[in-house]
């Protein structure tokens, strides 16, 4: 079994992701923490509480950042175009407030504490910012020798990015943050748009999946309408299901090819949320990238495995 903390930004990606990872037999959710970015955090909150109620999810929930890990940095609009207003595409029937109790502990002292009292044993898998995981690295830096991997989805390295040529959005969202991560003594995982952008699922297979699953696929269906809406410009009458891929990696790391090497992420300039790799067995001058743990990052995914799995998964009632 694999013990895992979801930190997440719900957001219609993070919704299948998060079926997906409470309906696995091979993962034991154990918590649920939220941070802010495809919506206010206080969204993304009500968002997890609301999904949680909605799919009987035990593991609790707790609140993460609201800010970058570098507060001077200036906030952009929340990107309603992609998820919609409410952070779920819209979908309708979401309450203000869920009367769901929120864990008393803020997000990255959660990590903490739940990673010391299993160690060796979690894996985080982090698919929004990922200021919740520097932050709980800066509190308590024992606990990247504690914790059993880390699964991010962000980043784009032989590919462009989403937010500008050259940055994907849950990275240039806190690139400090993601730069403190990615250079941890921790083994990381790095599911970025080389593999997302890539893994694609059709109107047409959602609406199969929701015909054929429970309540919860039927809602998954519901909200996904509007981010399909959003990606006509890019797929064809379909959506990248970015966070899925990081949670099927979890307990599928063979439909993937990876690299590896030591990580870093540009923090300012035009490259702002840059992420670079320095391929082991490359050599080159003195750098920057000297002396990093090496991480690994997926270059290759085998996208129509990965869809059957998140299929077979999600109908697993
Ligand atoms: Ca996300």
């Not at 010391?116 to 929004?128: C, D, I, K």
């Not at 890539?198 to 015909?211: C, L, N, P, V």
């Amino acid at each position: 079994m694999h013990k895992v903390i979801y930190d997440t930004d719900p957001g219609v990606d993070d919704a299948m992701a998060l079926l997906f990872l409470h309906r696995h037999p091979e993962i034991d959710l154990i918590g649920i923490t939220t941070i802010f970015g495809n919506a206010s955090i206080e969204t993304t909150t009500r968002n997890a509480l609301f999904l949680k109620q909605e799919w009987n999810i035990a593991a609790p929930v707790a609140k993460g950042a609201n800010v970058t890990i570098d507060p001077s940095r200036h906030e952009r609009p929340w990107p309603t175009f992609v998820h919609g207003d409410n952070g779920l595409g819209n979908m309708p029937g979401v309450p203000d407030k869920i009367d769901l109790p929120v864990d008393p502990r803020p997000a990255h002292r959660f990590i903490i504490e739940t990673v010391r009292a299993n160690p060796g044993e979690v894996t985080l898998v982090a698919v929004g910012r990922m200021t919740n995981l520097a932050l709980a690295l800066q509190e308590d830096p024992e606990i990247a020798g504690l914790v059993k991997a880390v699964v991010i989805m962000g980043g784009n390295f032989y590919v462009p990015g989403n937010v500008s040529p050259v940055a994907e959005a849950n990275i240039h969202g806190d690139p400090e943050a993601a730069d403190i991560v990615m250079t941890a003594p921790w083994k990381v995982v790095v599911i970025g748009l080389d593999v997302t952008a890539i893994t694609t699922m059709s109107r047409s297979y959602m609406r199969d999946m929701a015909e054929k699953g429970d309540k919860a696929v039927k809602q998954l269906d519901e909200l996904s309408q509007f981010y399909i809406d959003f990606y006509k410009h890019a797929v064809e009458d379909g959506m990248m299901v970015h966070d899925s891929c990081a949670a099927v990696y979890v307990v599928a790391p063979e439909l993937f090819t990876t690299i590896t090497g030591g990580v870093r992420v540009v923090c300012g300039g035009i490259a702002d949320g840059q992420t670079v790799i320095k391929p082991d067995g490359r050599r080159f001058p003195p750098g920057d990238w000297d002396g990093l743990p090496s991480q690994i990052v997926a270059t290759g995914i085998e996208s129509d495995k990965v869809l059957s799995l998140i299929r077979e998964t999600l109908l697993r009632a």
